[in-house]
């Protein structure tokens, strides 16, 4: 991984049209040694708080994917693998949830993003500089000391 932080690859990934839980599980992926572009795969369809449904975060999900690459139950692997990860996984959604206030993506944004008119108000009020990348850089901040 070159000198840039995993908020920095994160915030520069979102910006550049990839969506925030690819942002952050793409930033991970030299320290986990994960196939980046699987990664975008995987996290495609959890942007926007799952396919803009504004459930959880996209930055959060994208985090609970790199830990659980890190620290997850793999086949044929000791369950005690599973309490490791949802412990991190805890403390990553309380550390995102104390910093923003939820982990739920339409209380971070307050617009529907599934509306047209939703989505002209996320664009006219800049949320994607606004909340969306300090989200991302928060989410790959403290994913960074749990992976």
């Not at 930055?59 to 991190?88: C, N, P």
């Not at 550390?95 to 307050?110: A, K, M, P, T």
């Amino acid at each position: 991984m070159s000198a840039s932080t995993l908020p920095d690859i994160a915030e520069t990934k979102l910006l550049s049209g990839y969506n925030c839980a690819q942002a952050v599980l793409y930033a991970s992926c030299d320290r986990l040694g994960f196939d980046k572009d699987t990664a975008q795969r995987i996290a495609c369809g959890f942007g926007a708080g799952m396919a803009r449904q504004e459930e959880v975060c996209g930055a959060v999900t994208g985090g609970i994917m790199a830990i659980g690459l890190k620290h997850g139950r793999g086949e044929g692997e000791d369950k005690s693998r599973t309490e490791e990860a949802y412990t991190r996984i805890q403390q990553l959604m309380q550390r995102f949830r104390d910093r923003h206030g939820s982990v739920i993506c339409r209380e971070l944004i307050g617009c529907n993003l599934l509306t047209p008119a939703g989505q002209e108000f996320f664009k006219s009020h800049d949320l994607l500089h606004r909340t969306c990348a300090p989200c991302v850089r928060t989410a790959a901040e403290i994913v960074d000391t749990l992976i």
